[in-house]
């Protein structure tokens, strides 16, 4: 059989936490996520290397606001970003071009939202509920539940509102992921 490319698009268009937990879980071997702009030649140089292996297919997770490498970033929104048709299409696009191969693109958006809770899902959900009644009974208001130190805690809302949390790119994670031979595109 030929190689075939799978690209899984998820949400995350400022950070790619989602891309970056979900393609090591799902055993990607190639993650594209905002915080490491990507070259596509880099790209489809991975998954040739994978065809000329014997590998029969590869597999691209990739967060709704990844970038290609050398794209300005001034704040706006850009032909990658969410409101553009698809990053996942424009990026198989260019991969089946530099490639050759096929590749078949699934976007998952709401379909992640709504989603079956897994057990875990509820225990975080009902320790962060039952911090937040606990915040309520002591009268902290404009106060949060979150995780800190992986304690459930309040957090105020004026040191978390407006801002995002991004993937620190030398991070445990990424670490992670490259040592298992993901490819970022970089």
């Not at 891309?19 to 998954?47: C, M, N, Q």
């Not at 000329?52 to 990739?62: D, T």
């Not at 989603?115 to 899902?121: A, L, Q, R």
Request: net charge positive; hydrophobic share 40%.
């Amino acid at each position: 059989s030929h190689h075939r490319v799978m690209i899984l698009e998820v949400m995350g268009r400022r950070a790619g936490w989602v891309a970056l937990e979900s393609g090591i879980a799902g055993g990607a071997d190639i993650i594209l996520i905002p915080e490491i702009p990507y070259d596509i030649r880099h790209v489809a140089r991975k998954i040739l290397e994978r065809k000329n292996s014997g590998k029969s297919f590869s597999i691209i997770c990739v967060s709704e606001g990844c970038k290609p490498a050398g794209q300005a970033d001034n704040g706006e929104e850009t032909r990658y970003c969410r409101f553009a048709p698809g990053i996942g299409s424009r990026i198989a696009a260019d991969l089946e071009k530099l490639t050759g191969l096929e590749t078949r693109v699934t976007v998952l958006g709401y379909l992640q939202r709504g989603g079956e809770p897994s057990p875990s899902d509820r225990i975080l959900t009902t320790r962060m509920g039952v911090e937040a009644v606990n915040m309520i009974a002591q009268g902290k208001y404009n106060m949060m539940a979150g995780i800190v130190n992986n304690q459930i805690s309040p957090i105020d809302l004026a040191e978390v509102a407006g801002k995002c949390k991004y993937v620190p790119v030398d991070g445990e994670l990424v670490r992670i992921a490259r040592n298992m031979g993901v490819s970022f595109g970089d």
